[in-house]
């Protein structure tokens, strides 16, 4: 039988396929009249088996309700109570109400999700931190500004505490990856919090005797510090405290004004 006859009966088959109960009657009507060559049983087994699955047995997809983005949002209120070893699959699937295949379907891994998780923090809850540094103005003001910004985020937060500081500080070995990353992370906050203080040095706003990579070092270090005692139940009052005193490092080395 010609390709293009072969491409033409498929229309009848799957029709066929409809009114037959079993595929190997099916088989058994199209070979006792010529209609099915031997090269053409496997193609059409599976057209058979297909549409003689019973509706309400065939795999279904997710269900349309199904929303990502409120799934990473639920799986972040989790890794910020519990940590990302503390969270289990049965924790992420029961909270989100989805079966542990469809999570693994949707996200690929448990990881994969708490990845997706951190940058919704980072967009959401952290934005604060790179709006700050951002800022035009004297590096003093940033960095009282960051500092004070934080107390305010870290004790009203949901989670309390900063995620890319408490998230993930220890972990499994073969959980490293992640931990890894988490840390990296935390790196490049207090480079760029550098990258402002070497402008202001730059500017002359610093002394020329300024050491930017401790300071940066410092306030890092500080933020973090504020987040583990705002996960530890300091108020806001008591941060902002710790942070006005932070400032005293920075007020040492600005440069005379004339």
Do not use: W
């Given at each position: 039988?010609?390709?293009?006859?072969?491409?033409?009966?498929?229309?009848?088959?799957?029709?066929?396929?409809?009114?037959?109960?079993?595929?190997?009657?099916?088989?058994?009507?199209?070979?006792?009249?010529?209609?099915?060559?031997?090269?053409?049983?496997?193609?059409?087994?599976?057209?058979?088996?297909e549409?003689?699955?019973?509706?309400?047995?065939?795999?279904?997809?997710?269900?349309?309700?199904?929303?990502?983005?409120?799934?990473?949002?639920?799986?972040?209120?989790?890794?910020?109570?519990r940590?990302?070893?503390?969270?289990?699959?049965?924790?992420?699937?029961?909270?989100?109400?989805?079966?542990?295949?469809?999570?693994?379907?949707v996200?690929?891994?448990?990881?994969?999700?708490?990845?997706?998780a951190?940058?919704?923090?980072?967009?959401?809850?952290?934005?604060?931190?790179?709006?700050?540094?951002?800022?035009?103005?004297?590096?003093?003001?940033v960095?009282?500004?960051?500092?004070?910004?934080?107390?305010?985020?870290?004790?009203?937060?949901?989670?309390?505490?900063?995620?890319?500081?408490?998230?993930?500080?220890?972990?499994?070995?073969?959980?490293?990856?992640?931990?890894?990353?988490?840390?990296?992370?935390?790196?490049?906050?207090?480079?760029?919090?550098?990258?402002?203080?070497?402008?202001?040095?730059?500017?002359?706003?610093?002394?020329?005797?300024?050491?930017?990579?401790?300071?940066?070092?410092?306030?890092?270090?500080?933020?973090?510090g504020?987040?583990?005692q705002?996960?530890?139940?300091?108020?806001?009052?008591?941060?902002?405290q710790?942070?006005?005193?932070?400032?005293a490092?920075?007020?040492?080395?600005?440069?005379?004004?004339?």
């Amino acid at each position: 039988m010609p390709n293009r006859a072969l491409i033409a009966s498929v229309p009848i088959v799957v029709t066929i396929c409809r009114l037959i109960p079993h595929p190997k009657f099916l088989h058994r009507s199209l070979r006792k009249y010529g209609a099915l060559p031997t090269r053409c049983q496997a193609p059409i087994a599976v057209i058979a088996m297909e549409m003689s699955v019973p509706e309400g047995r065939r795999r279904r997809g997710r269900p349309r309700q199904f929303d990502r983005d409120e799934a990473v949002a639920t799986a972040l209120r989790l890794f910020q109570e519990r940590g990302y070893e503390g969270t289990s699959i049965a924790d992420l699937t029961d909270a989100i109400g989805i079966s542990a295949t469809s999570l693994y379907g949707v996200f690929a891994s448990k990881e994969s999700l708490f990845e997706e998780a951190v940058d919704l923090y980072r967009k959401r809850d952290g934005a604060f931190a790179e709006a700050a540094l951002d800022r035009p103005g004297p590096a003093i003001a940033v960095i009282h500004d960051l500092l004070m910004e934080a107390a305010q985020h870290y004790a009203s937060g949901s989670g309390r505490g900063c995620f890319i500081a408490l998230g993930v500080l220890s972990c499994a070995v073969e959980h490293r990856a992640v931990a890894d990353r988490m840390a990296a992370r935390r790196l490049a906050a207090r480079d760029r919090i550098k990258s402002r203080l070497d402008r202001a040095k730059l500017e002359g706003e610093l002394s020329a005797s300024a050491d930017t990579q401790a300071l940066a070092a410092f306030y890092a270090a500080t933020l973090q510090g504020l987040s583990v005692q705002a996960r530890d139940g300091a108020t806001e009052r008591e941060l902002r405290q710790i942070a006005d005193l932070a400032l005293a490092p920075l007020r040492a080395v600005l440069a005379p004004t004339r």
